[in-house]
């Protein structure tokens, strides 16, 4: 059997769309020498040098383990896990209050948006800095 390898961008890439996070904020969060074009070349890398990928696992908020050891395989294993087909129905049986994980979602938007509005804010002050100038 043949080991899978892990495509370590395309990971960077499900978890920046998964908490709704735009290429072009992810440069922003990752510094100056950061943009869009930037962060879609690191994308489409399979492996990422250790320094840039804790770098970007820190802005994403996210372990550099679930960055290098996340499987769409995987994912499908545990959510087909949790459904039983019982005569063509599947029935959806969570080993997790669904609504504890609807808070916690919220409570992540709401983090990731204070993060966003924050770094909006401080444009808006650079910005009038600058034409004040």
Not at 26 to 44: F, M, R, T, V, Y
Not at 66 to 94: C, D
Not at 104 to 110: V, Y
């Amino acid at each position: 059997m043949t080991e899978k390898t892990i495509h370590e961008g395309r990971n960077v890439k499900r978890f920046r769309e998964m908490l709704g996070i735009k290429q072009e904020a992810l440069a922003h969060a990752l510094g100056d020498d950061w943009n869009q074009k930037k962060i879609s070349l690191l994308e489409a890398k399979e492996q990422i040098e250790p320094a840039i990928l804790d770098e970007v696992a820190k802005a994403l908020k996210v372990p550099v383990d679930a960055i290098k050891n996340f499987s769409e395989e995987a994912a499908i294993n545990i959510i087909s896990s949790t459904l039983h087909n019982t005569y063509g129905l599947i029935n959806y049986s969570p080993t997790f209050n669904p609504l504890e994980k609807y808070v916690e979602a919220l409570e992540e938007n709401k983090n990731l948006y204070e993060r966003l509005l924050a770094a909006e804010k401080e444009k808006v002050a650079l910005l009038e800095k600058m034409l004040s100038k």
